[in-house]
Every structure is written in structure tokens, then in C-alpha cells.
T-cell receptor
């Protein structure tokens, strides 16, 4: 089945540790996105990538880093510089690169990160 | 990117029609209007998209007036399972480097 997979679903980390969230898609999409969602709030864009080896900061990139070495993969690292990392993280992809319907994004099931 | 404004929340009852209006006064000529639905602890899913007039699919209808400065998502005869957050996005449909930005959404509660 084609789709976008995030792992793990739940993640616990100690304060001060870096942690990497996985996002993989087999939809042959060029564009990928990372969002953060806090309880009762909307989605805030962390980073996005329109093509392999290229990515741009979103609205709340501080304390996060990403890489896009493969088309299928867009991992997000939450660094110790992120002051309040506990949140629900969502990864998405869309067809991208002007190929049409770029505003139809497909989301993974999310990773709930808790820092203790 | 065009800024969108939606009501924070709406309550309804089973079997009623729910209409959610989104304001986007600075919408650009090549922008499309897209709506997403999000259930708790899940990622949003695409519901419907349009450019002007009316679009209908098996889930919802989207009404866009001639000036395109607002749009209304209509959910016919809602059920309890339609309780969710609904997001309105405005963005160019084919733009490279597209930055998909979600607002706060509208929290819809359907009561028995």
C-alpha cells in the first residue's frame, strides 16, 4: 500500500537529549513537510523540502534539524536547543514540483514525543 | 501566502448541516482553496478543493463566491463521527516551493 509512515508512534526522551523522528513515503512525492501540534492548537510548520538535498525553514525551525538525502525519507531531529519539545509531530508529503495538486498533502499518523 | 480566518469552534447536532466559513481577503489569482479534516491523534486528511463557484464530492460541498474572498465548507447531515477540526488553506496549486501553512482550524462538535 502506498502511504507515509512515521515511527515510532510514541517516544520518550530525557531532557537534553537529541532525538530523531522517522518519516518515510512510497508515494513518489517530491515535497515533504514536518509540523508540530500542541494540545488544542493547529499545525505549525517546522521544515519543508521540495526536492532531494534541499529544504527550507518553516515558521518554527529553531531547535530542529532535517535532512533529505533520499526522496523517500525526511527525518526530523529534535535537538537539545528546542526549549519545549513535548508535542505531537506530523510528517506530510505532496506531489510537489509543479506537477499538480500540490496542495493535497498526505499525512502520517504522527509521533507523540514526550520529554521528561 | 494568503492569511485565513476561521471560527474557533462550532457545535451542531446529528442530522444537521454544518457550514464553516473561511475568510481570505488577500487571496491571489492563482490560489486554490483547500479544506482538511483532522481527528484527534491523527494527521489531517484532504476533504475538498476548489477555485471558484461550487465543488461537491461524496464528503462535502465547497462554495466560493465570485470575489473569492471567502469560502464555505458545507457538511450535509452530520453524524457524531464528523466531530473533528477542519482547516482551510489557501495556496497556489502548482507552485514549486509551496509552503503549506495551516491555521488554527475550526473545532466542530457534533452532539447526539
Amino acid at each position: 500500500d502506498g502511504g507515509i509512515t512515521q515511527s515510532p508512534k510514541y517516544l520518550f526522551r530525557k531532557e537534553g537529549q537529541n532525538v530523531t523522528l522517522s518519516c518515510e513515503q512510497n508515494l513518489n512525492h517530491d515535497a515533504m513537510y514536518w509540523y508540530r501540534q500542541d494540545p488544542g492548537q493547529g499545525l505549525r510548520l517546522i521544515y519543508y523540502s521540495q526536492i532531494v538535498n534541499d529544504f527550507q525553514k518553516g515558521d518554527i525551525a529553531e531547535g530542529y534539524s532535517v535532512s533529505r538525502e533520499k526522496k523517500e525519507s525526511f527525518p526530523l531531529t529534535v535537538t537539545s536547543a528546542q526549549k519545549n519539545p513535548t508535542a505531537f509531530y506530523l510528517c506530510a508529503s505532496s506531489i510537489g514540483r509543479g506537477r499538480g495538486l500540490n496542495t493535497e498533502a498526505f499525512f502520517g499518523q504522527g509521533t507523540r514525543l514526550t520529554v521528561v | 501566502l494568503a492569511k485565513t480566518t476561521q471560527p474557533i469552534s462550532m457545535d451542531s447536532y446529528e442530522g444537521q448541516e454544518v457550514n464553516i466559513t473561511c475568510s481570505h481577503n488577500n487571496i491571489a489569482t492563482n490560489d486554490y482553496i483547500t479544506w482538511y479534516q483532522q481527528f484527534p491523534s491523527q494527521g489531517p486528511r484532504f476533504i475538498i478543493q476548489g477555485y471558484k463557484t461550487k465543488v461537491t464530492n461524496e464528503v462535502a460541498s465547497l462554495f466560493i463566491p465570485a470575489d473569492r474572498k471567502s469560502s464555505t465548507l458545507s457538511l450535509p447531515r452530520v453524524s457524531l463521527s464528523d466531530t473533528a477540526v477542519y482547516y482551510c488553506l489557501v495556496a497556489p496549486i502548482k507552485a514549486a516551493g509551496n509552503k503549506l501553512t495551516f491555521g488554527g482550524g475550526t473545532r466542530v462538535l457534533v452532539k447526539p
